[in-house]
């Protein structure tokens, strides 16, 4: 079964750079299957995708946080990470990370719990 | 960029009824780009509907997509109390409906 776990600091300050990774275990990383994604939601609202990436270092990126964000995978530690940016508290969200059923213009098929992040 | 408008915002309905959430683009769209997700509270969003009207491992028949060009559905026949719930649609792996939140009368 796959699995994704969101990982990284619940609390950042404004203007600091956020760093979250995501641990994938029953699918390798490596997959040239599969695209992965970040997805957020602020509280109370709806998602927002964040960025795609393969495995090969190819992204994608919304172009509203195109930006501030960073995206890369470690494919030694089955991972990959979101830095974001000079945060301010518009970007306090819980942060999915996700898997695209396919290409990069798939669907979402598996999904990390979430990792709540405030900007305070 | 395509904008996705779900319809109604909220409805309200009793287990056993018929549910019917709409996701309209603002240009036309390729069906096979299409999914629906349920989200409760607390919890990821989950895959239930992928390509317009593949049900994804797992999901009962009850639910059902359709739809094509710019208006698409996802229907929840029988609705049973754990489908109380917000339902998006998002297109090519990215953008996403604003939801439509299931609230049981």
């Known amino acids: 079964q796959v699995q994704l776990q969101e990982s990284g600091p619940g609390l950042a300050k404004p203007s600091e750079t956020l760093s979250l990774m995501c641990s994938v275990s029953?699918?390798?990383?490596?997959?040239?299957?599969?695209?992965w994604a970040w997805v957020r939601q602020p509280p109370g609202k709806g998602l927002e995708w964040i960025a795609t990436l393969y495995y090969s270092g190819t992204t994608y990126s919304n172009s509203s946080l195109e930006s501030r964000i960073n995206v890369s995978v470690d494919t030694s530690r089955n991972q990959f990470s979101l830095h974001l940016r000079s945060v301010t508290v518009t970007d306090t969200a819980t942060y999915f990370c996700?898997?695209?059923?396919?290409?990069?213009?798939?669907?979402?098929?598996?999904w990390g719990q979430g990792i709540q992040v405030t900007v305070s | 960029e395509v904008v996705l408008t779900q319809s109604p915002g909220t409805v309200s309905l009793s287990p056993g009824e018929r549910a019917t959430l709409s996701c309209r683009a603002s240009?036309?769209?390729?069906?096979?780009?299409l999914a629906w997700y349920q989200q409760k509270p607390g919890q990821a969003p989950k895959l239930l509907i992928y390509a317009t009207s593949s049900r994804a491992t797992g999901i009962p028949d009850r639910f059902s997509g359709s739809g094509s060009g710019t208006d698409f559905t996802l229907t929840i026949n029988r609705l049973e109390p754990e489908d109380f719930a917000v339902y998006y649609c998002?297109?090519?792996?990215?953008?996403f409906g604003q939801g439509t939140k299931v609230e049981m009368k």
């Open positions: 996700a898997r695209h059923m396919r290409a990069a213009v798939s669907c979402l098929d598996f």
């Open positions: 240009q036309t769209v390729s069906a096979t780009y």
């Open positions: 029953g699918a390798s990383i490596r997959s040239t299957s599969h695209y």
């Open positions: 998002q297109l090519l792996g990215r953008t």
